[in-house]
């Protein structure tokens, strides 16, 4: 069984790195890392994987609110709590909300669309969300990397067959739960100070 997920990871993997990089992305950008450390993936093609989907996910979303602005699921989206605090950063500082949007969890969809809606030319937009991507990519493509350095240490050889997969889900879970957490305590703060 974990053999044949070990040749669905090899075969299709740097495709779901891609997709999962589009949206949020950090768990799987992680995951990008750590099988790149253990030679399931090459590591610059998990990385262009990253990187393409970071970058694409948030030219998408910016595309989406430039394009579609009046479409109902734009309205969804800017009718939520978290895109008016979006909208008001990208007001008063538009160059750096474009480069850290993708860092704050949660806010990547909500800022490409905000990003969209305002007067942002798409030039500018792609060239400061391409050296975000960049960095973005390297910084949690590399956390797994050197997370998979720390496994092997710990665990030696045995790492190298069936127990990469638990870690790689254990990773998984973990980045999930970090991130549920973060995003409540930051709304839980945003709703304090507007309280």
Same mark, same amino acid.
């Given at each position: 069984?974990?053999?044949?997920?070990?040749?669905?990871?090899?075969?299709?993997?740097?495709?779901? *790195?891609?997709?999962?990089?589009?949206? +949020?992305? +950090?768990?799987?950008?992680?995951?990008?890392?750590?099988?790149?450390?253990?030679?399931?993936? !090459?590591?610059?093609?998990?990385?262009?994987?990253?990187?393409?989907?970071?970058?694409?996910?948030?030219?998408?979303? @910016?595309?989406?609110?430039?394009? @579609?602005?009046?479409?109902? $699921? *734009? &309205?969804?989206?800017?009718?939520?709590?978290?895109?008016?605090?979006?909208?008001? @950063?990208?007001?008063?500082?538009?160059?750096?909300?474009?480069?850290?949007? &993708?860092?704050?969890?949660?806010?990547?969809?909500?800022?490409? !669309?905000?990003?969209?809606?305002?007067?942002?030319?798409?030039?500018?937009?792609?060239? $400061?969300?391409?050296?975000?991507?960049?960095?973005?990519?390297? $910084?949690?493509?590399?956390?797994?990397? @050197?997370?998979?350095?720390?496994?092997?240490?710990?665990?030696?050889?045995?790492?190298?067959?069936?127990?990469?997969?638990?870690?790689?889900?254990?990773?998984?879970?973990?980045?999930? !739960?970090?991130?549920?957490?973060?995003?409540?305590? *930051?709304?839980?703060?945003?709703?304090?100070?507007?309280?």
């Amino acid at each position: 069984m974990s053999d044949t997920i070990h040749l669905l990871i090899e075969r299709y993997g740097l495709i779901a *790195v891609f997709a999962g990089c589009l949206f +949020e992305g +950090e768990t799987a950008a992680i995951l990008a890392g750590f099988f790149a450390h253990q030679s399931v993936f !090459v590591p610059w093609q998990a990385y262009l994987a990253t990187f393409l989907g970071a970058f694409g996910g948030d030219t998408f979303f @910016f595309l989406m609110g430039r394009r @579609f602005a009046g479409h109902a $699921i *734009v &309205r969804q989206l800017i009718a939520k709590p978290g895109f008016s605090h979006a909208h008001d @950063f990208l007001r008063n500082h538009p160059n750096l909300f474009i480069f850290v949007n &993708r860092y704050i969890y949660g806010m990547r969809l909500f800022g490409g !669309v905000a990003a969209g809606l305002s007067e942002i030319p798409f030039g500018r937009f792609v060239a $400061i969300n391409m050296l975000s991507s960049l960095l973005w990519a390297a $910084i949690f493509g590399g956390m797994g990397y @050197f997370f998979g350095l720390g496994a092997e240490a710990l665990l030696g050889e045995t790492i190298r067959k069936h127990h990469r997969l638990l870690i790689a889900l254990a990773i998984g879970i973990a980045v999930l !739960v970090f991130g549920h957490f973060a995003a409540r305590w *930051v709304l839980r703060r945003q709703e304090r100070r507007n309280a």
